[in-house]
């Protein structure tokens, strides 16, 4: 059995297609119907265009390819294409059934039956891709670039630019979550005693400055290199993983503003402080290079929290709210519940993830 980053993978991402699929948590209710009605209901259904059908089909996909690739790597490899393809069914009728429940959203046995080829076309993908040795290729060159002890920084580095997809408020500053935090525990504990144990802030939020602001996306940018660094010992291969992450952050925040304003604003954002944000990074990342991964932790950390720290003392503009709106009541719905998630959660799965490897390497040298 081979130790392999599909399982952690695919076990994220079946956790963000429930929250894509039952975003945006609201207004639970019992609508008199019974909920196993969608399975009768005539194909296709009345209002449908083909983003929905590529988005279900696409959406589901990757969660086949992870799941069969981690069957595949397993005790288990025949049953690989088959466990995967019901799996994900499986996951795609209890989210159908839950939306009967959810007034903004609508269940559909077109939706399932797509959700359930996208599974079965992805998990085809990764038994042509074992059979054809891509597979075992890629093992080999894990093996070469990373340690041992790598699976969760490559899980973490694959989902960052994928984060970075749902516009931020600061280019490539991902966790700003404490106002929507305190506004949500707020109203939840609105008219109980629980409301006076939460903590109040003394001062308002500050808008950052625009120094505060060039330092959010460098400490942004320079977070997944030393994450790289923390887990690959080679120098060489730690430059190209650098170059190599900075270019996919520039990649996703232009896709994220062609999606949120149009092809034509790609790159709008991409002024003078989102220039020296980059090659500040670069040049920090270049200079940390050759640090040993020990250091590399500690260093992340503090930039970890340095970013944390900054972003969620300022509040979000009213404008990045209006932004906002295109995925949340767009067509984009049903993404955003998974991206923002992502966005919300990245630089603290980060934290816990080095402060665990910072752990574990002290125990191993302990013991030794």
């Known amino acids: 059995m081979h130790k392999t980053s599909a399982w952690p993978l695919a076990l994220v991402y079946a956790a963000l297609i429930v929250f894509a699929s039952l975003f945006p948590f609201a207004g639970w ?15 296709p259904p009345p209002y449908w265009t083909w983003f929905d059908v590529n988005i279900n089909i696409v959406g589901y996909g990757p969660l086949g390819f992870l799941l069969a690739l981690a069957l595949l790597r397993s005790d288990a490899p025949r049953a690989a294409v088959p466990v995967a393809a019901l799996a994900g069914t499986l996951l795609s009728a ?46 080999l060159f894990r093996a070469r670039w990373f340690t041992a002890q790598a699976r969760g920084a490559i899980v973490l580095l694959v ?14 500053s991902l966790g700003q979550v404490f106002e929507r935090l305190e506004s949500f525990l707020t109203e939840l504990l609105e008219g109980t005693p629980f409301l006076d144990w939460l903590p109040l802030r003394d001062t308002p939020l500050v808008p950052l400055s625009p120094g505060g602001e060039l330092l959010c996306e460098v400490l942004g940018l320079l977070a997944p290199c030393l994450l790289a660094y923390c887990v690959v010992p080679n120098i060489g291969r730690r430059a190209v ?22 092809p034509v604003h790609a790159w709008e954002w991409l002024g003078l402080p989102a220039h020296l944000a980059i090659w500040f990074a670069l040049a920090l990342a270049a200079a940390l290079i050759a640090l040993p991964a020990r250091a590399c932790a500690a260093v992340l950390l503090l930039v970890l929290m340095w970013q944390l720290s900054l972003l ?24 955003y519940g998974l991206g923002q998630w992502l966005g ?25």
Do not use: C, H
């Not at 009605?37 to 194909?43: K, L, M, P, Y």
């Not at 984060?163 to 408020?169: D, E, Q």
């Open 159 to 172: 989902l960052w630019p994928v984060a970075l997809l749902v516009p931020a408020a600061v280019p490539f």
């Open 94 to 139: 209890a989210m159908e059934f839950l939306q009967i429940y959810l007034p903004r959203r609508v269940p559909s046995n077109m939706d399932l039956a797509l959700n359930a080829a996208g599974t079965l076309l992805g998990a085809l993908l990764a038994l042509a891709l074992e059979r054809l040795g891509a597979i075992d290729r890629w093992s």
């Open 241 to 262: 993983l650098a170059v190599l992450g900075v270019g996919l952050g520039i990649a996703a925040t232009a896709l994220s503003a062609a999606l949120s304003y149009g």
């Open 312 to 335: 969620n003392q300022a509040p979000t503009s009213a404008y990045f709210a209006q932004t906002l709106q295109t995925w949340e009541q767009g067509r984009f719905i049903r993404f």
């Open 344 to 368: 919300w959660l990245w630089p603290y799965a980060a934290l816990v993830y080095v402060l665990l490897m910072v752990a574990r390497r002290e125990r191993t040298s302990s013991k030794g």
């Open 29 to 43: 209710r019992a609508q008199g119907i019974n909920p196993w009605v969608f399975f009768s209901a005539d194909i």
